[in-house]
T-cell receptor, first 113, second 115 residues
Framework: GENVEQHPSTLSVQEGDSAVIKCTYS??????FPWYKQELGKRPQLIID?????GEKKDQRIAVTLNKTAKHFSLHITETQPEDSAVYFC????????????FGKGTTLSVSS | GAVVSQHPSRVICKSGTSVKIECRSL??????MFWYRQFPKQSLMLMAT?????????EQGVEKDKFLINHASLTLSTLTVTSAHPEDSSFYIC???????????FGSGTQLSVL
């Protein structure tokens, strides 16, 4: 089955700096890679996702890159703000109805002002 | 986006009792729902895949007799934690995909505390 590794486990940056979180996956059949942001005690919120036929996707300050050959993908947050502080999870799956997402262990991002 | 509703949001129970958690897709039909468990400061671990009208598929290490899943309709899946013990205390969260969309939508989660 799929295995997703995520690094780093914690990341501290100054407001305005960039933050990068990296993930690797094991199942070459996986073709859907979302990123979720989770605040304490709340449900994960989808912030950006990418499919395997695309190498990069950007949405304002957030971008995701995918290297399918190397089986790794990364989340990039630019111009970080204190409200970006949360736990971020990467995930991978085959994009079909009966297939669950497999999550990485999470990265706790702290943005200090 | 699609809305997934989960109840209750928080439950405290005595050891040995059973607790039922409901997960509903409010504006779409979900033939498959997924149940995850999350311990404090840890990741979401897939427990089982709930299939409408058939038996759930459990992940390795998850006791099917302990965590009973029923998916009786296209909009409702329930997870019952039977004979709960303190080690079952955790955040349980359900999720579903809308149709053929690859996006997974989550319920609000249930914080279970077993005394």
């Amino acid at each position: 089955g799929e295995n997703v590794e995520q690094h780093p486990s914690t990341l501290s940056v100054q407001e305005g700096d960039s933050a990068v979180i990296k993930c690797t996956y094991s199942d070459s059949a996986s073709n859907y890679f979302p990123w979720y942001k989770q605040e304490l005690g709340k449900r994960p919120q989808l912030i950006i996702d990418i499919r395997s036929n695309v190498g990069e996707k950007k949405d304002q300050r957030i971008a995701v890159t995918l290297n399918k050959t190397a089986k790794h993908f990364s989340l990039h947050i630019t111009e970080t703000q204190p409200e970006d502080s949360a736990v971020y999870f990467c995930a991978a799956s085959i994009a079909q109805a009966g297939t669950a997402l497999i999550f990485g262990k999470g990265t706790t991002l702290s943005v200090s002002s | 986006g699609a809305v997934v509703s989960q109840h209750p949001s928080r439950v405290i129970c005595k050891s040995g009792t059973s607790v039922k958690i409901e997960c509903r897709s409010l504006d779409f039909q979900a033939t498959t729902m997924f149940w995850y468990r999350q311990f404090p400061k840890q990741s979401l671990m897939l427990m089982a895949t709930s299939n409408e009208g058939s038996k759930a598929t459990y992940e390795q290490g998850v006791e099917k007799d302990k965590f009973l899943i029923n998916h009786a309709s296209l909009t409702l899946s329930t997870l019952t934690v039977t004979s709960a013990h303190p080690e079952d205390s955790s955040f349980y969260i359900c999720s579903a995909r809308e149709g053929i969309s690859e996006k997974l939508f989550f319920g609000s989660g249930t914080q279970l505390s077993v005394l």
